[in-house]
């Protein structure tokens, strides 16, 4: 109940009040130290979950682990940076967790479900409702402008971003009926974020996002990922190879021949705009 302060004859409105005391009148044990561990587990959702993943290739009699015994926990609305020298196994781990690549070991937790017990079906359902991807080279489609590149997704899953909205969030509306052709490297790698955006996805996978552009876009480039991350809460994890990237990331996973070397939880990562390289 509330307390001593509650009354025979209280209304609702003092009930709410006395409701507001009460957390502060709880005493400073127990109810009050589980209720502050919930707040705290709340802010930090997993949203997933490696467990002993293996991605193994034959090739003849050898077997080549591109990824080995790999255990890791990302929770949502992180920005996560993947860390690691060329053939680490970084792609990898994105495939893997984009359900573009599948497992040969291990379980990979999503929401309280395992990707890796998915049929081909389910699992495209997944990228389609939950995944973004931006690569390196962009992947648009060049006979497209960027409006119709943008505006395919609605095709793929319902609920998307209108492509005009999804444009102007990274900076594009003026130069939407523009042909990839006719864009800066960071314009079709700005347009290939609003395509990936545009879905909505709880996930938005960058490989090597800034790979093929110059420092000025790249860093752009970093800034508008950051705050995917910052102000819209979406789960960010973009690989790389350049270790400057790690300062901006609230967790940097690094990788190496296939294994996890280390996992590095950061309080207080820079501001993308602090980062040079
Ligand atoms: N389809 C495949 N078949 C065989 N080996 C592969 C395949 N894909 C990746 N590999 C190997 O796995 C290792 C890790 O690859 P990858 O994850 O792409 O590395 P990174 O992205 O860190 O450069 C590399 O040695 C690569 O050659
Ligand atoms: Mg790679």
Same mark, same amino acid.
């Given at each position: 109940?509330?307390?001593?302060?509650?009354?025979?004859?209280?209304? !609702?409105?003092?009930?709410?009040?006395? +409701?507001?005391?009460?957390?502060? !009148?709880?005493? #400073?044990?127990?109810?009050? &130290?589980?209720?502050?561990?919930?707040?705290? +587990?709340?802010?930090?959702?997993?949203?997933?979950?490696?467990?002993?993943?293996? &991605?193994?290739?034959?090739?003849?009699? =050898?077997?080549?682990?591109?990824?080995?015994? %790999? =255990? $890791?926990?990302?929770?949502?609305?992180?920005?996560?940076?993947?860390?690691?020298?060329?053939?680490?196994? &970084?792609?990898?781990?994105?495939? !893997?967790?984009?359900?573009?690549?599948?497992?040969?070991?291990?379980?990979?937790?999503?929401?309280?479900?395992?990707?890796?017990?998915?049929?081909?079906?389910?699992?495209?359902?997944?990228? %389609?409702?939950?995944?973004?991807?931006?690569?390196?080279?962009?992947?648009?489609?060049?006979?497209?402008?960027?409006?119709?590149?943008? *505006? !395919?997704?609605?095709?793929?899953?319902?609920?998307?971003?209108?492509?005009?909205?999804? $444009?102007?969030?990274?900076?594009?509306?003026?130069?939407?009926? /523009?042909?990839?052709? /006719?864009?800066?490297? @960071?314009?079709?790698?700005?347009?290939?974020? %609003?395509?990936?955006?545009?879905?909505?996805?709880? $996930?938005?996978?960058?490989? +090597?996002?800034?790979?093929?552009?110059?420092?000025?876009? @790249?860093?752009?480039?970093?800034?508008?990922? /950051?705050?995917?991350?910052?102000?819209?809460?979406?789960?960010?994890?973009?690989?790389?190879? =350049?270790?400057?990237?790690?300062?901006? *990331? #609230?967790?940097?996973?690094?990788?190496? =021949?296939?294994?996890?070397?280390?996992?590095?939880?950061?309080? %207080?990562? &820079?501001?993308?705009?602090?980062?040079?390289?």
């Amino acid at each position: 109940m509330f307390g001593k302060k509650k009354k025979q004859d209280t209304n !609702l409105l003092e009930i709410i009040d006395l +409701e507001k005391d009460s957390e502060d !009148l709880l005493p #400073d044990t127990g109810q009050k &130290k589980r209720k502050e561990k919930a707040e705290k +587990e709340d802010e930090h959702e997993v949203l997933i979950e490696f467990s002993d993943v293996c &991605k193994k290739y034959s090739q003849g009699e =050898n077997e080549f682990y591109a990824l080995k015994n %790999a =255990n $890791l926990t990302i929770n949502e609305g992180e920005m996560v940076v993947i860390l690691g020298p060329s053939g680490a196994g &970084k792609s990898t781990l994105l495939n !893997l967790l984009g359900g573009m690549d599948s497992a040969s070991s291990g379980h990979i937790w999503f929401g309280g479900e395992d990707l890796t017990t998915y049929s081909d079906n389910r699992l495209t359902r997944y990228r %389609a409702e939950n995944v973004g991807v931006v690569f390196q080279f962009y992947n648009l489609i060049p006979t497209l402008t960027a409006y119709e590149n943008v *505006a !395919l997704m609605k095709d793929i899953k319902e609920g998307t971003t209108d492509p005009v909205e999804a $444009l102007s969030a990274v900076g594009l509306k003026e130069h939407m009926h /523009q042909f990839p052709s /006719q864009m800066s490297g @960071g314009e079709q790698q700005r347009t290939s974020i %609003a395509r990936a955006i545009a879905k909505n996805p709880k $996930l938005l996978l960058c490989d +090597e996002p800034t790979g093929a552009l110059d420092t000025g876009t @790249g860093k752009e480039v970093l800034k508008l990922l /950051q705050s995917m991350s910052r102000d819209k809460g979406r789960t960010v994890v973009m690989v790389t190879h =350049n270790s400057f990237f790690a300062d901006i *990331a #609230d967790t940097v996973i690094r990788v190496k =021949n296939g294994g996890i070397e280390n996992v590095v939880h950061n309080d %207080a990562p &820079k501001d993308a705009s602090e980062v040079f390289w």
